[in-house]
C-alpha cells in the first residue's frame, strides 16, 4: 500500500527518522515545521492521505491543528495519528480533538507502520465509497436528464406530427431541435391534390355529410403522407399540399412524388365509386411541380405550419386547377427527371395566371419502375423499421444545425442533451486536446457541481459506448491532460462546407458563376438549421456558431450574386425576400433585392425597398444607406442598371 503522509514536527530529527522509516516501505513524505504551515498544505489542491501530528509545537500546538483539521467537512475523513511523549492525558486530549489514533515516542517502527497501513486502509474504503457514491449521484442526474427529455420529446411529438410525416416528426425530435424548419432553399417535389365539385357539393349537402366525405379524402391522403414519408405543405378542407425532399433529403424527389400521386389516386378509386353511388359528384385532381423553394414555418403562437413558398410552389398550384376528375398533370422539370420510368403524354401548353410564357404539360398514365430506395413503408405502419448502422463503417459528424453522427449514411441515435454537448464540444475543438477543466467549464457552463469530474467521466463513458457499438471506439483518445477526437477533415460537414465554400469563391472571382453557383449551393445544403443549435451557450460554442452563422450568411450573399449574374434574377426573389426578412440591416442583400426586382421588370417595387431600407436605417440606427446603395438606386431610377 502507498500513500502521499504528512509529517509535521518542529524539529528537523525527528522528521528525518520518521521520514527514512516511511519512505523504506514505499511512502511518499512531505513535512512541514509548525501549525499554520501544516494547515496550508492541508487545505492546498492537493492533500496528504494521512498525517503524522506532534502535539508539542511552538505557537499552534497538535491539538488545535487537529481540532482545524476536523472543522473542514471534506477532511472530516483524513487520518491523523498524533505523536506524544506524555502519559494517559495527553491520549485522551488526542482523542478528544479529534485524532484517529497515537502512539508514544519513542515509538515502536512495528507499531507505527501498522497503524499507518490500517488508516491508510480504512481512508482507500472510504475514498472508493465515496468515489461510487458520486458516480451513482452522477448517473442519477443522467437519467433525470433522460426522463426530462423524453418527456419533452412527447410533447414537442405531438406538436410536429400535424404537419410532418410521423418518421418525419421522430428524425428532428432525434436531431434535438426544430430549426431544421426555420427558413431556408431547397429544391423539392411538390404535390398539390384537390377535389372536383367540393363548392358545389359543400353548399347543398349536410354538414354531417360533408364532414363524414372529407374524412374518407383525409384517411387515403394520410396514408399515403405516412408511407412515402411525405411533409404536409398545406391542409385547406378539400385542397393538400404536400412535398418530397424537405426537411430531409430523400433520393429522386420526384420520382417518389409521381409514385404517392399515382398510388393515392388508385387509393381515391373505390372512395370516388362510393360517392357516386350516394349521389355526390366528386372526384380528384392532381399536379405535381418541381425546382427550388424557400421552406420554412408561418404561423403564430399554438398554431404553425411548415411550407414552401416560391414560383414552384404557386406554379403546382395553378397546374392543380385545370387538372379533370382523376388527371395527374406534370411539370415540364418533372417530366424531364422521370420520362424513362413513367407513361406520360404530351397536352397542349398552358396560360398558367401569374407566368407570362405558356407552360408544355404532360399528363401522368403510370408508372413502370419506381426502384425508391426502403424508405417507402408498409400502409398503415406509422413508425418504419430503424436501420441499425453497420459496425466500422464510414462515420460523419454535423455541426451545420443539430448535432448528429451518421455511420454509412445512417443516423447513430444521440439523445441525451449533455450527450450531444460532449460531442460538440470535441467537434469544436477537434484539432486540440479538451482539457478536463474546460469540458466540465463548458458542459454546466461555469457553475459544475460538486461531483461534475465525476460526471463528466459518465458522460464521456457513455459518449465512448456509443462509439463502440458502430466500432471506432478508437475515435475517442484519452489523454494525459484531457480527451480528443482523432478524426480527418473529410468526416465532419463544417470541414466539408469550408472547402465548398473557398472552392465556389474563387469560381466566383475568376468570372465562372455557373460553377460558383454549383459549388456553392453545394456547401449550403450541407447545412440543416442553424450551427450548433442544439448545444448550450459556453463560451466556445458560442463563438464557433457565430463565426459559422456569418460565413454562412456571406456565402448565401455570394451564392445570391452569382445566381443574379447567370440571369436568375425572377428566380431568387422568393429567397430574397426571406433572407431581407431574417436580416433586415443587412445592406448587400438590399443591393441584391433592388437588382433583382428591376431586372425582373418591377422598378416601382425595387425604388420602394430603398426606401423601406432608408427608413429601418434611420429608425433603428440614425444612419443613411451606405453611398453604393444610394448610387445604386440612382440608377434603377435613371434606368441606367447595366449588370448585377
Not at 360533408?210 to 414519408?229: C, I, K, P, Q, W
Not at 418541381?290 to 404561423?299: C, H, K, R, V
Not at 441515435?413 to 470535441?426: C, F, G
Request: charged share 25%; glycine share 8%; hydrophobic share 45%.
Amino acid at each position: 500500500m502507498t500513500g502521499e503522509i504528512l509529517v509535521v514536527d518542529d524539529t528537523p530529527a525527528n522528521v528525518r527518522l520518521l521520514e527514512a522509516i516511511l519512505t523504506t516501505h514505499g511512502y511518499t513524505v512531505r513535512a512541514a515545521t509548525s501549525g499554520p504551515e501544516a494547515l496550508a498544505d492541508i487545505e492546498g489542491d492537493s492533500p496528504p492521505d494521512l498525517v503524522l501530528l506532534d502535539i508539542q509545537m511552538p505557537g499552534m500546538n497538535g491539538f488545535e491543528v487537529c481540532r482545524r483539521i476536523r472543522e473542514k467537512d471534506a477532511l472530516a475523513m483524513l487520518p491523523v495519528i498524533m505523536i506524544t511523549a506524555s502519559g494517559g492525558s495527553e491520549k485522551l486530549a488526542a482523542l478528544d480533538c479529534g485524532a484517529d489514533d497515537f502512539i508514544p515516542r519513542p515509538f515502536d517502527q512495528a507499531e507505527l507502520l501498522a497503524r499507518v497501513r490500517s488508516l491508510l486502509r480504512i481512508k482507500q474504503y472510504h475514498d472508493t465509497i465515496a468515489g461510487q457514491a458520486a458516480e451513482i449521484a452522477a448517473w442519477n442526474r443522467v437519467l433525470e436528464e433522460q426522463v426530462a427529455e423524453q418527456v419533452e420529446e412527447v410533447q414537442h411529438l405531438q406538436r410536429l406530427r400535424h404537419f410532418l410525416a410521423a418518421h418525419v416528426a421522430d428524425a428532428v425530435i432525434t436531431a434535438g431541435d426544430d430549426a431544421l424548419l426555420q427558413p431556408h432553399r431547397r429544391e423539392v417535389a411538390i404535390v398539390y391534390c384537390d377535389l372536383r365539385g367540393f363548392t358545389a357539393f359543400a353548399s347543398n349537402a349536410e354538414p354531417e355529410e360533408v364532414l363524414f366525405t372529407l374524412l374518407e379524402y383525409h384517411a387515403v391522403v394520410g396514408a399515403t403522407v405516412s408511407r412515402f414519408g411525405a411533409t404536409v405543405g398545406g391542409f385547406a378542407g378539400d385542397g393538400v399540399m404536400m412535398f418530397f425532399n424537405d426537411p430531409f433529403p430523400c433520393d429522386e424527389p420526384a420520382l417518389r412524388a409521381v409514385q404517392a400521386t399515382v398510388d393515392m389516386r388508385d387509393a381515391l378509386r373505390p372512395v370516388v365509386d362510393g360517392w357516386r353511388e350516394r349521389g355526390h359528384k366528386l372526384d380528384a385532381g392532381f399536379a405535381i411541380s418541381y425546382g427550388f423553394a424557400t421552406l420554412g414555418m408561418i404561423g403564430f403562437e399554438g398554431r404553425y405550419e411548415y411550407t414552401a413558398i416560391g414560383s414552384v410552389a404557386n406554379f403546382g398550384k395553378r397546374l392543380c386547377d385545370h387538372a379533370g376528375p382523376g388527371e395527374i398533370l406534370i411539370s415540364q422539370r418533372v417530366h424531364s427527371a422521370v420520362q424513362d420510368r413513367v407513361e406520360a403524354s404530351a397536352q397542349a401548353p398552358l396560360h398558367l395566371r401569374g407566368f407570362d410564357e405558356p407552360a408544355p404539360i404532360w399528363r401522368l398514365e403510370r408508372v413502370r419502375e419506381t426502384g425508391l430506395p426502403a424508405l417507402v413503408t408498409d400502409a398503415g405502419n406509422e413508425e418504419p423499421a430503424v436501420q441499425a448502422p453497420a459496425s466500422g463503417g464510414h462515420v460523419e459528424f454535423r455541426l451545420l444545425g443539430p448535432t448528429r453522427m451518421l455511420v454509412n449514411g445512417v443516423e447513430v441515435p444521440l439523445r441525451a442533451a449533455r450527450l450531444r454537448h460532449l460531442l460538440s464540444l470535441l467537434l469544436v475543438h477537434r484539432d486540440e486536446i479538451s482539457s478536463v477543466d474546460r469540458l466540465v467549464d463548458e458542459l454546466w457552463e461555469g457553475n459544475p457541481p460538486e461531483s461534475a469530474g465525476a460526471a463528466l467521466r459518465v458522460h464521456v463513458s457513455r459518449l465512448r459506448k456509443v462509439l463502440a457499438a458502430v466500432g471506432h471506439d478508437d475515435l475517442l483518445v484519452t489523454r494525459p491532460s484531457g480527451y480528443q477526437l482523432d478524426i480527418s477533415s473529410a468526416t465532419i460537414d463544417v470541414a466539408r462546407f469550408e472547402s465548398c465554400t473557398a472552392r465556389g469563391q474563387a469560381l466566383l472571382n475568376d468570372g465562372d458563376p455557373e460553377g460558383a453557383v454549383e459549388s456553392l449551393r453545394e456547401a449550403l445544403t450541407l447545412w440543416h438549421g442553424e450551427a450548433l443549435v442544439d448545444v448550450p451557450a459556453s463560451s466556445s460554442v458560442v463563438a464557433e456558431a457565430a463565426r459559422l452563422g456569418e460565413l454562412r450568411l456571406g456565402v448565401l450573399e455570394d451564392c445570391i450574386e452569382a445566381e443574379l449574374a447567370c440571369g436568375r434574377h425572377r428566380q431568387v426573389l422568393g429567397e430574397l425576400d426571406a433572407l431581407v426578412a431574417a436580416h433586415p440591416l443587412r445592406e448587400r442583400l438590399w443591393a441584391q433585392r433592388m437588382t433583382a426586382l428591376y431586372h425582373s421588370g418591377r422598378q416601382a417595387e425595387a425604388l420602394a425597398a430603398y426606401q423601406s431600407l432608408r427608413r429601418k436605417l434611420a429608425e433603428e440606427l440614425g444612419l443613411d444607406p451606405s453611398p453604393q446603395l444610394a448610387e445604386l438606386h440612382d440608377r434603377i431610377l435613371t434606368r441606367t442598371v447595366e449588370s448585377v
